[in-house]
């Protein structure tokens, strides 16, 4: 295990060891972090792009196996995982597997799967093909810091953008304090934007004068435009694999946790249903976080 460097380039990008540092390097964030202060949590892999010329790998594969058990579930990794004792790889990836043990087996009545109208036409693809090119889900984390807060993944091809993202959505007000206010305020986030394009974005709740309404304020930083982007993926990983460094390598334990949680889904499929190109994927969807103010971004560079 210790020689092996499984290439995942997803891990190389730089906003996934954003989130990552980011919990652990800012104190004042580790207090919020946990189910006392947030409601849920959403992932989002959206795709512009079609399966293309790809139908005889994809056909096989689906959404699920080809983005959400290995890039998306890194995801998750980084974002609920308790913060490791040490610095090391070996300790840093007993955090991730502890964190992966403790989520349950995914839900199918949790589950949502669509296929873009056309999907069947492309060469390679059968007829009457039923493999998802869209897929929903939440995940429950059965832990101290995380009970009760359902985190939703969404990944889907002929969407309207091209954006990966982790959103933190932060518990709102009390339901009878408004502070007298015309409007309820809406929740805080915190998002990591991750590819194409990185950055961190926190929206807040502000009024500008006393006379003005309240509203929701964005505070951004795109990481293009401060310093220019970094390496590629592949140089990251290519880097550290000659270095011997294996912190961004997946290990087998973990690998098998995350096969465990979703292994219910590819048991028990539901069916999938028809969405247009360009749209947000089907609407039953939205049924998913319906509960939670339905799904929020992603958040696209202006």
Not at 152 to 171: N, V
Request: proline share 8%; net charge negative; hydrophobic share 40%.
């Amino acid at each position: 295990e210790s020689q092996l460097y499984r290439i995942d380039h997803f891990l190389g990008k730089m906003g996934l060891g954003e989130i990552i540092y980011l919990r652990l390097a800012n104190a004042m964030l580790e207090p919020l972090w946990s189910r006392h202060h947030i409601a849920a949590v959403e992932i989002t892999m959206a795709e512009s792009f079609g399966v293309e010329d790809r139908g005889h790998f994809y056909d096989p594969v689906g959404a699920l196996r080809d983005v959400v058990v290995n890039h998306l579930m890194q995801v998750v990794g980084a974002a609920a995982m308790d913060p490791p004792a040490a610095s090391d790889a070996r300790t840093l990836k007993d955090s991730l597997v502890a964190l992966y043990r403790a989520i349950a087996p995914a839900d199918p009545a949790h589950y949502l799967r669509g296929q873009y109208e056309g999907y069947r036409k492309i060469d390679g693809v059968a007829a009457d093909s039923t493999t998802e090119t869209y897929a929903a889900l939440a995940l429950e984390i059965n832990n101290w810091r995380w009970s009760g807060v359902p985190f939703f993944i969404r990944t889907g091809k002929h969407l309207p953008a091209t954006q990966t993202e982790l959103r933190m959505i932060f518990k709102g007000l009390p339901p009878k304090l408004g502070f007298g206010l015309t409007r309820r305020p809406d929740p805080s986030q915190l998002v990591v934007k991750l590819d194409p394009t990185t950055g961190v974005r926190v929206l807040l709740e502000a009024q500008r004068n006393a006379s003005a309404v309240p509203e929701q304020i964005t505070l951004d930083m795109e990481f293009a435009e401060q310093g220019g982007e970094g390496p590629t993926p592949y140089e990251v990983l290519l880097h550290a694999a000659m270095i011997g460094d294996s912190k961004r390598f997946t290990r087998q334990d973990g690998v098998e946790e995350c096969w465990r949680v979703l292994q219910p889904l590819l048991d028990d499929p539901p069916p999938v249903h028809p969405y247009a190109k360009g749209s947000w994927g089907p609407t039953e969807a939205d049924g998913l976080v319906a509960d939670h103010g339905g799904w929020r971004g992603p958040w696209l560079t202006s």
